[in-house]
């Protein structure tokens, strides 16, 4: 199990936000934090301790107001540790060669790989040939509906037909290198996390994966170890002492010892 570090970039700044608030409608999202400091800080700061495989996603959509600014932020993460971090937001196989040259160590994506609420493997095939599946991570970001969970895409605005499970993972991992779970219901509500995604997630035996959502304390990392079968990774966003909340960034080392 390791900590995997983030920057999220939202019209134009570093911040974290509650993703279930995140509308392309004027670009809105309510905030958590948002950062006065440029992305290469955090960038800077994940290589000097050493925290590899971090993702940097990117909020707004194509062709948005605040998209180039969006972009621009991540090219100062990317130079500043080129090879430490991934990428995703908007990742198709026009631009995803793109943000590997500029230093990204693999590309995540969901929407791209989905239309009209299931996957396109059409898609899928053509993505993970063109950029090598070792480069690619599939983010299967959830909600609960009922007692199951369902992909979302489109920036967790949209719930597909895909059940998350155990199936969905396997069927899956021929095409990637990883998996990216947000868990939405609570992501950047430092409320909690979701049990039962951690749980699915602690049954995949042979693809690396990190789960993202909730984490409010140490207590939650420590059922990620136990539940997760101390194979799945996590991330922290608003609950970090480096966005506003009270988890020590420091106390995060040893986890990746």
């Excluded at 790989?113 to 970001?141: A, P, Q, T």
């Amino acid at each position: 199990m390791k900590f995997r570090p983030c920057i999220d970039i939202h019209n134009g700044c570093v911040k974290q936000i509650v993703g279930g608030s995140l509308t392309d409608n004027e670009n809105q999202a309510k905030n958590n934090f948002v950062s006065e400091k440029k992305a290469d800080f955090y960038a800077n700061m994940y290589k000097k301790d050493g925290f590899k495989g971090g993702h940097i996603i990117i909020l707004n959509p194509a062709g948005s107001t605040y998209y180039n600014e969006d972009i621009e932020q991540a090219k100062l993460a990317l130079a500043a540790y080129p090879g430490g971090m991934q990428i995703g937001g908007g990742v198709n196989t026009d631009n995803a060669e793109k943000y590997l040259d500029m230093g990204a160590s693999r590309v995540i994506v969901t929407s791209y790989v989905f239309r009209d609420g299931i996957i396109d493997y059409d898609r899928l095939e053509n993505l993970s040939h063109l950029v090598g599946k070792e480069r690619l991570v599939l983010d299967l970001s959830c909600r609960s509906d009922g007692n199951d969970y369902y992909v979302v895409t489109d920036r967790w605005q949209k719930m597909t037909k895909e059940k998350f499970d155990i199936e969905l993972l396997e069927k899956l991992g021929s095409y990637c290198d990883e998996f990216l779970v947000h868990a939405v219901d609570v992501e950047g509500k430092s409320s909690g996390i979701e049990k039962n995604v951690v749980e699915t997630l602690g049954k995949l035996e042979d693809k690396a994966v990190t789960y993202a959502g909730g984490i409010h304390s140490m207590k939650d990392i420590s059922f990620i170890r136990e539940k997760g079968n101390g194979r799945v990774d996590f991330t922290i966003g608003s609950a970090l002492d480096l966005f506003g909340g009270k988890i020590k960034y420091a106390n995060l080392k040893m986890c990746n010892v």
